[in-house]
């Protein structure tokens, strides 16, 4: 079972260049989150959706954008990357309900913006 | 006040030890809880739920403590392979179930 993917893992930026991180999952979970993390920071949300054509920001949302089209795909885009945004991004997708069941993660993505 | 949080560690350890975490968090109206477990430049797991009674998993234990906003998970028999870092979850019930993470225990268990 493929669970949460995403892509790419790796990447590297050069200042002011945009790119789009995909993440895709096939449990048919309602939410979709994207968080960072950064040494001795812990997870931050960036943004997170609780639904097909819904998003909503989180802690860290400035300088991303996100779209969340179609149920099973939550993209994270970076418009003019930043060496701040050198980090770990992380994809999950959880199940529906008032209270929230498993969140499932992908394998992360790792960025350097240089 | 950051709104979930714990000690940092490490925590260093012989196996065989009995070790536990603590976390807090801010938000009263936080339905759901969770300890997730992350290895080095690995995703995070689901290692337990939290429930209000408090709950076990073999060596594994979890407590809530809801009056006091604290949540804690006690690790009996400490195993090598249980290195790693440990991270308290909680349900940001604003409405929208968002999960908001501490920024995690590291323990090291050593021979």
């Known amino acids: 079972n493929a669970g949460v993917t995403q892509t790419p893992k790796f990447r590297v930026l050069k200042t002011g260049q945009s790119m789009t991180l995909l993440c895709a999952q096939d449990?048919?979970?309602?939410?979709m989150y994207w968080y960072r993390q950064d040494p001795g920071m812990g997870l931050r949300l960036i943004h997170y959706?609780?639904?097909?054509?819904?998003?909503a920001k989180g802690e860290v949302p400035d300088g991303y954008n996100v779209s969340r089209l179609k149920k099973q795909n939550f993209l994270l885009g970076l418009e003019s990357a930043a060496p701040s945004q050198t980090s770990v991004y992380f994809c999950?997708?959880?199940?529906?309900?008032?209270?929230?069941?498993?969140?499932?993660f992908g394998q992360g993505t790792r960025l350097t913006v240089v | 006040r950051k709104e979930v949080e714990q000690d940092p560690g490490p925590f260093n350890v012989p196996e065989g030890a009995t070790v536990a975490f603590n976390c807090t968090y801010s938000?009263?109206?936080?339905?759901?809880f969770f300890w997730y477990r992350q290895d080095c430049r690995k995703e995070p797991k689901l290692l337990m739920s939290?429930?209000?009674s408090g709950n076990e998993d073999g060596r594994f234990t979890a407590q809530l403590n809801r009056a006091s906003q604290y949540i804690s998970l006690l690790i009996r028999d400490s195993k090598l392979s249980d290195s790693a870092t440990y991270l308290c979850?909680?349900?940001?019930?604003?409405?929208?179930?968002?999960?908001?993470f501490g920024a995690g225990t590291r323990l090291a268990v050593h021979p």
């Open positions: 938000n009263s109206a936080s339905q759901s």
């Open positions: 999950a997708s959880g199940g529906t309900g008032w209270v929230n069941t498993e969140a499932f």
């Open positions: 979850v909680v349900n940001d019930d604003g409405g929208y179930n968002k999960l908001i």
């Open positions: 449990m048919n979970h309602e939410y």
């Open positions: 939290v429930y209000s």
């Open positions: 959706s609780v639904g097909e054509g819904t998003t």
